[in-house]
């Protein structure tokens, strides 16, 4: 069941797709464009339009996904993207709109921006909110940059951003892409910021904390509000990755807890589906005291009109075109009107049931390196398997052979041959308790089996040194 | 709540199972005073039905694109997708995956990533492309910033013909790292070489513009590139796919990078995203890209198969050193962008930009001949020209929308030097008949004046 | 042609290979005076784009009830469709696959019919259902033929509430085979139950009714089935399955089969068709049965499997002694049943019956409350209502129009006898608002008489 | 990969969809209903949302699809099937319509429906078409019907219809349903209907011939004009069954031949998808003398406007609500404009072109009993390998091991251990050969392998015996 590349089905004189006649005059190109600006060859394939819906639909065949089975990544917050998300996301009303065109033609699009920014706000207790990021990183990388401006209008140049070793890639990266040093803080044996450390390194020159609370374990951190005292004390800006959101929604705001800043996922905590590695959305809160710093435009609400507001003086500009990824804001928006107050609280209480009932069931099987409550999702240990020579990765591979997409692995980095599992609330406990079955009959299954996993997909284990040694990016003929 | 399976009775029993006596308990370790008590303040449920309706209204309060015609482009452009593409694009499978780090369950879209690297490849004439990155403007952003990492130079010249919002999105970028961005001055609508032949020295790490640039005009790229490498200066050009249907491709005027947006590639306007950027360079650059990229390899039993590859570069394994903190990226759209290229293919898409080319001169020669109304600039273009018009460009908007036509973009806003500047974009989706609709509109209120 | 993927070069190569010269030699086996030689009449090709913008166009000639607020019924119904419906039947491997003939690779199908084939059977209380008929109206036509079948008898009363277009069906099937259908006639918009016994006797194969009927109203099935059985006839009743959401099956007044338009079922209106007539019966008539049937059984290994089954009732095997000629039924659309029956669930489906329930009788009462208008009976009914109007239904239904209201339909039409008389239907999906809003204008006319 | 029944994933108190709240009086149902009319029970599952659509998307990949693989099922035109008539036949202008919406108010669907009658018109050589048919088998019975009226009205009352021995079950099964003697013509050796035989059959008795042109062997009937005179001069009519009209677009009208009336296949010719077993269409077309006995109603035309007339006195009145399978319709609608003129002899070119190319390679492997020029299908025996004790059913179970779906088999019945072959001529040259190269291997492989076959499946062969014996037809708990 593999499939061709489109490169090597394609056929010379095969089209895929008729186009309209030409009912202007035909004038030859070489009138219009000088010639050497004109191109002589376009090596695109060719097909036929069964062979592009044939190859394509064969290629997501190869997929695991969400609507397939249950895919307990950590961090990642697979949860059910709701179907009728994506029917409103695809009316024309909301999906055949030019960005410029005028206001007066595009109040629907721009109410359902101000209405889900206060939304937002309201979930995330943040006084403005941005839609523009395209990703979570985006919005790290544009909450750095307001910080920066923030210190900056106060003549402040702090160099500093400190973040936990727990922490997820994008966040050091983020720090760095602004410029500022990243200063690891350890995690406490509670698997939590240790305070100690943190004081000894907090001083006027750390523009900010960058934490994920929960955090990547899964664990709340408990210290958040001296944490907050700590850092706002030495005049630094507590920043909230807001990825493992879904544990806190209508059960505790960030903004309550004392952070200046919180991006959300929506393709995360809300539902809107991740494509295959996006798009995205990663929208901003922030507390009063940044709003001025924020990109523009801001949608603003003045009577019954809606606005697209760029007088913005002290911003920092914009961190992509236009408004932000719109066809995933109306997903969120859809799917926070679908739930209303009353189902988000449910959504972080079921998501958080969930992972405990599953966490619970591994204690006897794995390592559990923090045994304690948990929040939407929990880190196992492969330790013990180590010592027979089973790998995380060997683990994971095994899942799929029962019909499972395997956690994330190797992360967090403090988590030795790490599992993190993350069973959203969306699974019911039928499927968790399938789930943790296999998980630990391949506790005790022989080396042999695991190491040869997975054994009935398409291809097996990919030679990824090679991959990397001699990469091959691209067909040629 | 109907998208949660667990019953009372499931919550009941679980609970149990974990030792716990009530939810509540569940989030102990959140300290008491942080602890919401009263719920937020939200509306109240929807029924899917209500939310239908609700959408749908909202919907009604937007101008859309099958309702109007277009006349608009500016960085998004009405062209015609396909019905394979939607098709493709809305397979589950697709659609409600995760970024493919499990290969072996995984391959449906490893290999149509590895699929759209080589498509915008043999596109744009380039040696590598990534797997995708936010969009045109950020994809930019990225370039200029890749520039600097690779000559390790701290200066970039940015033409003013570039997008505004582009240039914009790149000076955010730079706030935080010490990288000066100075703009080109344009003469002409075009990039004054004069005054880029004399700033250009060796401390300069790139040379950026666009190609067709904002005025739609096509720039001086093959000496721009030549100007640039003389300084060993790198040439990032920005550059609309749809025009390299007929366009020499960035490769044959050695750019090192070329990016531009790929929502013409089959994706919907939507408001401005999402979209993707696709970002391509030289091989040699490979290990300084940023972004995913997928590889090609084999198993075992020796079956080609595909996986993420060089993510040594990328932000979860180098954290700070990483060549970009870019994660999540549109990889639906850059699927899009690979079943629009394949549909379309060698001929479509050169017939495509034809089509473009044909209307865009049909309109502007139409528009020329009217009173009033007059070429902004006198160079070669492709889909879009601006025209200098005898009235405020609102107050044609304003009449052309009661006719249900979303006219041109007016200049103004980011070129105050042309106060009366319109920027009209015409793709193959305008027929003749629109097109003289619209020219006969401005016919009548150029004499009205 | 973009459907085809021969070449030009393609062609010649294989017709070497099957040792021809031309394309026409292909065709050398047809007379030659009845080979065309010109073009037939027909447009030229419509390119996708144009094709579109044609159907968007044609569109926009019809009034769509996302547009229009619908209160017709009368066979055709304005229910509510949950986006997972759509999502499932839109899946290429469901609706791009034939009759599951091969088993191992249809076992999707073959499932899906399974778990429609059992939901009808819950729904209607009844012991098998077969795979779909065409529509309601041609199951009822298939039911009545069964029945003769099964009884050997050549005589079936319909009664004058069926709906027209269903009894004219049953009567153009009866016309090739020498059976008689007879009209019952009604009395305060109910089946005569009067006439019923007087008429019945043992050559009758079966009653027929509709219930609730076409004018809304719940028909007396208890007695009906009991009087029919008296004298050996069966029962067959024509249901609205969104009814049974609260309504008693007719397995619980031993109905003989039960038949029933299942658009309501999670089908678009669209116009009237594709729609599916849900056909269910007792076991013991199960050989007897029109249509497909999928059963499970097991493979080699024992494990479960589903098949099409009883295939020597059909036309395929049995060919002049089946029990139907059908053989294309139609399954996409009792999947979209399927579908539609698992989302809305125990709990669902009765939740929308009751709000067609008690709609409707906001609707009728509010209308009773108006000057002119009364109740044309004073039956019970469910999610439709007959009223006499104060002037004629036509020009109401007009003036409703011009508030983007569709009105209910004019019983005149086939109920000479109602001149005034109107049938409204109210579902799920209307609003207070809309009620109170098509009451208000009903009021306003009412008043201007 | 197997699936558990929705009833098996049921779980008490679980829901699948919101439903407003009621806004209006909320009566207890006892008020408004009589109690002893209410339900108890409804016995129907209880899944959530997310449950829902993984359930039926797991389902979906069990099967085997036109969008998934070469699907040769002959007599039924596995063709691709335009995604951008599925674009337009959802369109809300289009699909979401009341039947009895005013006329003023659906002039674009009646439209549609004119024009859709005279291009089938145009291209089957008829005077007139209605629409209504649901599918082919329940065109041949309003095509019965009409002949039944045809003749009542002119006082005869003939009692048969003549059908070749190699037609499809419907035809002698729509004949009986229409009370007519169904009376077999045998098929001489050349595999078209023995015209001495034929000569011998018609008398005044006989109403009509039902033939199927090109036949269910995919040969052209080479004396059609012959038949067409001796059925003719005995006052009968011609009936065509028109599902193989796929060979003759734009090449041959069967009105041209001789034929009175001709059921077209929407869901096969037109490319309208199949569904799985349906929704089809099968209009009718007939000559000027049979068009008083259409269905009710038919649209007409009057100066620009569009009508439904009900108003025909002759009519042999409905064979089901409304006007047809509207939606079904739009399709074909599409698809017919798509082609065009041009594409619509395009189609049948390659369709025959396919078909032959494909028989000329199995000449040497299998044998072909009638090795003459095919049109768009053609149907080789199983006779030489049913020697080494291999049935038709091993063949087609073994292809499935080689991706492809099974040909018709066992059909048409006067072909021993018949495979019957339609490619289509949507299908690849590439898919041809693979195809071939795999069904000419198999014609040499070993009895074991063809026995056990399908290998790969998530079920093998089925127990169809029993499944009759005892027939399980639905889930109890
Ligand atoms: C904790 C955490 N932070 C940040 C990110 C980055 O988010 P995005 O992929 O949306 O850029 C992720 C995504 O995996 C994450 O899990
Ligand atoms: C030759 C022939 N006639 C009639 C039919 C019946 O058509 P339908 O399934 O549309 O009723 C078929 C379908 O397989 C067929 O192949």
Redesign the interface.
């Known amino acids: 069941?593999?499939?061709k590349?489109?490169?090597e089905?394609?056929?010379?004189?095969?089209?895929?797709?008729?186009?309209?006649?030409?009912?202007?005059?035909?004038?030859e190109?070489e009138r219009?464009?000088?010639e050497?600006?004109?191109?002589k060859d376009?090596?695109?394939?060719?097909?036929?339009?069964?062979?592009?819906?044939?190859?394509?639909?064969?290629?997501?065949?190869?997929?695991?996904?969400?609507?397939?089975?249950f895919?307990p990544?950590g961090s990642?917050t697979?949860?059910?993207?709701?179907?009728?998300n994506?029917?409103?996301a695809s009316?024309?009303?909301?999906?055949?709109?030019?960005?410029?065109?005028?206001e007066e033609?595009?109040?629907?699009?721009l109410?359902?921006m101000y209405e889900l920014g206060e939304?937002l706000a309201?979930?995330g207790g943040m006084d403005a909110v941005t839609l523009q990021p395209?990703?979570?990183?985006?919005g790290?990388?544009t909450g750095?940059?307001i910080i920066?401006?923030y210190f900056l209008s106060k003549g402040q140049k702090r160099h500093k951003v400190i973040i936990p070793d727990s922490a997820?890639?994008?966040n050091?990266?983020?720090?760095?892409?602004?410029?500022?040093q990243?200063v690891e803080v350890k995690s406490d044996k509670k698997g939590c910021v240790d305070i100690g450390e943190l004081n000894k390194l907090v001083d006027d020159d750390v523009a900010a904390i960058m934490l994920t609370n929960p955090n990547t374990l899964g664990?709340?951190e408990?210290n958040?509000?001296e944490i907050a005292a700590i850092v706002h004390r030495a005049g630094g800006l507590l920043y909230c990755d807001g990825a493992n959101l879904n544990a806190?929604l209508?059960?505790?705001?960030p903004g309550?807890?004392g952070f200046d800043l919180l991006h959300f996922n929506l393709?995360k905590t809300f539902?809107t589906?991740?494509?295959?590695?996006?798009?995205?959305?990663g929208p901003l809160g922030v507390k009063k005291a940044l709003a001025p710093f924020l990109?523009v435009p801001l949608v603003v609400k003045q009577g019954k009109r809606y606005l697209l507001n760029y007088n913005c003086l002290l911003s920092?500009?914009?961190?992509?075109?236009?408004?932000?990824?719109?066809?995933?804001l109306?997903k969120a928006y859809?799917y926070?009107?679908?739930?209303?107050?009353?189902?988000?609280?449910?959504?972080a209480?079921?998501a958080?049931?969930?992972a405990?009932?599953l966490m619970?069931r591994f204690k006897d099987h794995y390592h559990l390196p923090y045994d304690?409550?948990c929040k939407h999702e929990f880190v196992l240990s492969g330790a013990r398997q180590k010592k027979r020579g089973i790998r995380a990765l060997d683990i994971?591979?095994r899942l799929?052979d029962y019909?499972f997409?395997?956690p994330?692995i190797y992360?967090p980095l403090i988590v030795n041959e790490a599992l993190m599992i993350e069973p959203t609330?969306?699974?019911?406990?039928?499927?968790l308790d399938r789930f943790a079955d296999a998980l630990i009959k391949i506790a005790g299954e022989d080396v042999k089996t695991l190491k040869s996993a997975?054994h009935h997909?398409?291809?097996?284990?990919?030679?990824?040194a090679?991959?990397?040694r001699e990469?091959?990016?691209?067909?040629k003929k | 709540m109907h998208y949660i399976p667990n019953t009372d009775g499931d919550r009941i029993e679980m609970l149990q199972a974990i030792g716990l006596a009530s939810v509540d308990e569940l989030f102990s370790d959140i300290p008491a005073q942080v602890r919401i008590n009263a719920p937020l303040k939200l509306p109240s449920a929807f029924s899917e039905l209500e939310l239908l309706e609700h959408a749908r209204q909202l919907g009604a309060e937007n101008a859309n694109i099958d309702d109007y015609v277009c006349f608009r482009g500016a960085g998004a452009y009405d062209h015609f997708i396909p019905s394979v593409v939607k098709q493709i694009v809305s397979r589950a499978e697709f659609y409600t995956s995760y970024t493919p780090y499990q290969a072996e369950i995984s391959q449906g879209t490893l290999q149509a990533i590895y699929e759209y690297q080589t498509l915008i490849c043999q596109l744009t004439g380039m040696e590598v492309s990534n797997a995708s990155m936010y969009d045109g403007a950020s994809a930019l952003a990225e370039a200029v910033l890749m520039s600097c990492r690779v000559t390790g130079r701290d200066r970039l010249l940015l033409s003013q013909t570039l997008h505004p919002e582009y240039r914009q999105v790149v000076k955010a970028y730079l706030q935080g790292i010490s990288v000066e961005a100075v703009e080109i001055p344009y003469a002409s609508g075009l990039t004054d070489l004069d005054w880029l032949k004399k700033e250009l020295n060796d401390r300069v790490a790139a040379v950026v513009v666009q190609h067709p640039n904002f005025f739609g005009l096509l720039e001086e790229v093959d000496e721009i590139s030549q100007i640039a490498h003389r300084v060993g200066a790198l040439f990032v050009v920005s550059v609309d796919p749809i025009s390299l249907g007929i366009l020499q491709p960035p490769g044959t005027y050695e750019a090192d990078i070329a990016v531009g947006e790929g929502q013409v590639l089959g994706n919907e306007m939507c408001f401005g995203g999402p979209y993707l950027g696709f970002f391509a360079t030289r091989e040699r650059f490979v290990r300084n890209m940023p972004g995913r990229l997928v590889g090609a390899t084999t198993d075992s039993e020796g079956r080609r198969g595909f996986v993420l590859t060089l993510q040594t570069r990328e932000q979860h394994i180098r954290r700070v050193k990483a060549t970009s903190n870019i994660c999540s990226n549109e990889s639906l759209n850059a699927l899009a962008a690979a079943v629009y290229l394949t549909a379309l293919g060698k001929e479509g898409l050169r017939k495509v930009a034809l089509l473009c080319l044909r209307k865009a001169h049909y309109a502007w020669r139409e528009t020329a001949k009217l009173n009033g109304f007059s070429p902004l600039f006198s160079g070669t273009f492709f889909k879009e020209f601006s025209v200098n018009c005898p009235t405020s460009p609102p107050k044609i908007n304003q009449v052309l929308l009661r006719q249900k036509i979303i006219g041109g973009l007016e200049l103004k806003g980011s070129y105050p030097e042309h106060e009366n500047g319109l920027l009209v974009c015409v793709t193959e989706k305008r027929t003749k008949e629109q097109i003289d609709e619209f020219v006969e509109s401005l016919r009548k209120i150029g004499e009205e004046q």
């Not at chain 1, 033609?105 to 699009?109: K, S």
């Not at chain 1, 609330?425 to 499927?431: A, F, I, V, Y």
């Open positions: 069941m593999r499939e590349l489109v490169f089905i394609s056929k010379k004189g095969r089209v895929g797709v008729s186009l309209p006649r030409c009912d202007v005059p035909e004038e190109p219009l464009i000088p050497r600006c004109l191109r376009l090596p695109l394939p060719e097909l036929s339009e069964p062979e592009i819906i044939r190859h394509f639909t064969r290629l997501s065949q190869l997929n695991y996904a969400v609507d397939t089975g895919y990544l990642c697979m949860k059910y993207n709701p179907r009728v994506e029917e409103i009316l024309p009303g909301l999906a055949r709109l030019h960005p410029y065109q005028p033609l595009c109040q629907g699009a109410r359902l939304y309201q979930i395209a990703a979570g990183a985006h790290e990388l750095m940059l920066r401006a997820h890639g994008t050091p990266a983020s720090a760095a892409l602004c410029g500022y990243a664990l709340f408990g958040i509000l806190l209508g059960v505790a705001r309550d807890m393709h539902s589906p991740h494509g295959g590695g996006g798009p995205g959305s990109p920092i500009g914009k961190v992509r075109s236009f408004y932000g990824n719109f066809g995933v109306v859809a926070l009107l679908s739930l209303g107050s009353e189902g988000l609280r449910q959504v209480e079921n958080v049931l969930n405990n009932y619970n304690r409550i994971a591979k799929i019909g997409h395997p994330t992360f609330e969306t699974e019911s406990r039928q499927t997975p997909t398409p291809v097996g284990r990919l030679d990824e090679a991959a990397a990469p091959n990016l691209r067909w």
